[in-house]
Nanobody
Framework: QVQLVESGGGLVQAGGSLRLSCAASGRTLSNYAMGWFRQAPGKEREFVSTITWSGGRTYYADSVKGRFTISRDNAKNTVYLQMSSLKPEDTAVYVC????????????????WGQGTQVTVSS
């Protein structure tokens, strides 16, 4: 089992930045590809980004490309999401997930989930 705990969310003005963290326990994250998803009120969960187990490859949804950066530190068993140039439409609960494949994009393809951290971007 892998337990995931997100942190770093909060309230920020449009144009600002936040860095989210996802800390794992139970098993080492180095065996897993990691992803970030988000869910806004009344909307379906949306894929944001994914990273390979080594950190060598990353992939982003078009809506965040060029503004968000995913990274990981396997020694710390932690994955990060650096968010810049935030927009009000980025407001959502952000959740990290662990899965077997970097090519996973759907929620159902990930095995372990955190509880999420709220990000609110004011205009």
């Amino acid at each position: 089992q892998v337990q995931l705990v997100e942190s770093g969310g909060g309230l920020v003005q449009a144009g600002g930045s936040l860095r989210l963290s996802c800390a794992a326990s139970g098993r080492t994250l180095s065996n897993y590809a990691m992803g970030w998803f988000r869910q806004a009120p009344g909307k379906e969960r949306e894929f944001v980004s994914t990273i390979t187990w080594s950190g060598g490859r990353t992939y982003y949804a078009d809506s965040v490309k060029g503004r968000f950066t995913i990274s990981r530190d396997n020694a710390k068993n932690t994955v990060y999401l650096q968010m810049s140039s935030l927009k009000p439409e980025d407001t959502a609960v952000y959740v990290c997930a662990a899965g077997s494949s970097f090519y996973n994009r759907r929620s159902s393809e990930f095995d372990y989930w955190g509880q999420g951290t709220q990000v609110t971007v004011s205009s």
